[in-house]
């Protein structure tokens, strides 16, 4: 958890609405952001069950605009978005020349010249600065902060969609996984996009932050006989621990690849010149040294990020776990770690020293929880 | 409001300790298990560990964080609740009821100086 700074808490536009809630609130990236309502385990497990509904206003929106922004998309984010049709969206990576991680990312194609990029509400000024400069050379595109026009609510579990639908007149059933459809939702402009971060299905919505409030409200009444509940950052960051997903900041970073990161498939390899392409067009020739393994502790302990991992009984630390916790729908202590390349394969043991404790964990296949579809 | 027994002795680091004799019941607070959220995991001392006053004894996890507890009163521990083992959220649901630890206290003069239900209650309000 990120330590309170001088600089004061930004608040999203439901931040009234969290704390009337009872939310308990705490500094998140320079936010004031909820990290539970009624408990950690309580939202994790309606997520996977039912759903749950999430304030993600704090994210950034970053649009890409001009005659030439795909040129511009493709030069700065990893993968190709020349595979994106207008109303698909795709996970990618903003990376620096060593093809490490400045931030990851996904990337909306709005209109054949027109992209809408979702980042880290932490890297927004310097994403936005990056972005501004490495596409001049691009020719006619133009990048723009548009963070505060959005807030961004996030639906997500089995019952989303039967929870949404009375509320537009979008066909959700019709939206495929990773496209988005422009329309209404409680009589709100929204852009409605079949996302998430949570390993299940459901829906991200964009809406205006003077009708953020109106639309949580809405959802969470439409959900009422699906038992939708408000959930926090901390069921958030379990759900999409056990889906595996990448978190900027724990499991990947300006230290750590895209190879190594086990994220090759968004590295568009046959794209043009993007940055970080030499960088990784070289070490996956050579082959990558270390690499992120999903973990399961065998040993009672939970293994947490910047924990020293052991392997092959020597008393150096060979690498370190990135997440860790024991999550509450597999109920298991699970985590990542990036660990050297000869110790990687499922099955493959090795040791976290959990505060002194040599503490035996076993490599497993990721990710650890996948919904029955 | 929770409701603190009058019986039981406070920490500031929000561990409780029930007193009979020469033995001392420990364990945390309702503030302390709200403040953790859903406990997921309680490391506890073997049986015969030797503790000192405001000592680390353990650790508890909730799902998001590590915190330790400190001992209120020195002594050996000379029980262990192996039910926190199979079952950590008990201390979530009777936090007061779920004690920790039984020492053997080393100086029954020490816990004096903790806190009463009603001095603590104050700390936490």
């Known amino acids: 958890m990120e330590q309170a700074t001088e600089a004061p808490l930004k608040k999203t536009p439901l931040n009234a609405r969290h704390r009337a809630s009872g939310a308990r609130m705490v500094p998140f990236g320079g936010w004031d952001m909820p990290v539970e309502y009624s408990g950690i385990v309580a939202e994790h497990l309606a997520v996977r069950t039912r759903a749950g509904l999430f304030d993600v206003s704090h994210m950034g929106q970053i649009e890409i605009a001009g005659k030439d922004a795909l040129a511009a998309v493709q030069r700065i984010s990893s993968n190709d978005a020349s595979k994106l049709a207008v109303g698909q969206a795709q996970y990618s990576g903003l990376l620096t020349t060593e093809g490490t991680f400045i931030d990851d990312l996904l990337v909306y194609r709005l209109a054949p010249a027109h992209f809408l990029l979702v980042v880290n509400a932490s890297h927004i000024a310097a994403d936005y600065a990056w972005i501004a400069e490495q596409i001049k050379p691009a020719g006619d595109a133009v990048a723009v902060d548009a963070s505060s026009r959005y807030a961004l609510l996030a639906l997500q579990g089995p019952a989303a969609l039967e929870a949404l639908q009375p509320l537009t007149g979008v066909d959700l059933a019709g939206i495929k996984y990773y496209w988005f459809a422009h329309g209404e939702v409680a009589s709100v402009r929204a852009t409605i996009s079949r996302t998430g971060y949570t390993g299940e299905d459901g829906f991200e919505i964009f809406v205006p932050p003077q009708s953020a409030d109106r639309v949580w409200q809405a959802i969470l009444e439409s959900g009422r006989a699906a038992e939708v509940i408000p959930a926090g950052l901390g069921a958030r960051d379990t759900l999409r621990l056990e889906a595996a997903m990448r978190l900027h900041g724990n499991d990947i970073d300006e230290t750590t690849t895209a190879l190594e990161a086990d994220l090759g498939w968004i590295v568009g390899w046959k794209k043009d010149d993007f940055v970080g392409a030499a960088a990784l067009r070289a070490q996956k020739a050579n082959g990558v040294t270390r690499k992120i393994v999903g973990f399961e502790m065998l040993d009672r302990g939970i293994a947490r990020q910047g924990y020293d991992a052991y392997v092959g009984g020597s008393d150096a630390p060979a690498g370190k776990v990135t997440s860790g916790t024991q999550t509450p729908y597999i109920k298991k202590a699970i985590g990542m770690a990036y660990l050297p390349v000869a110790h990687t394969a499922i099955d493959t043991e090795f040791d976290v020293d959990i505060r002194g404790r040599r503490t035996r964990a076993r490599v497993v296949p990721m990710p650890f929880y996948k919904r029955q579809r | ?125």
Not at chain 2, 2 to 9: I, N, T, V
Not at chain 2, 85 to 93: I, S
Not at chain 2, 105 to 116: I, P, S, V
């Open chain 2, 1 to 125: 409001m929770a409701s603190y027994p009058a019986g039981y002795k406070y920490t500031k680091d929000h561990e409780w300790v029930e007193l009979a004799g020469d033995r001392g019941k420990i364990g945390i607070t309702d503030y302390a298990q709200q403040q953790l959220g859903d406990v997921v995991y309680v490391e506890l001392p073997e049986v015969g560990a030797k503790l000192k006053q405001g000592q680390s004894f353990g650790t508890i996890e909730s799902v998001k964080a590590v915190s330790e507890l400190y001992a209120p009163v020195s002594g050996e521990v000379v029980d262990v609740n192996a039910t926190l083992k199979d079952k950590p959220e008990v201390v979530n649901a009777d936090p007061h009821g779920s004690w920790m630890i039984v020492v053997k206290l080393a100086n029954t003069g020490e816990a004096g100086a903790l806190l009463d239900a009603s001095q603590y209650q104050d700390l936490v309000k």
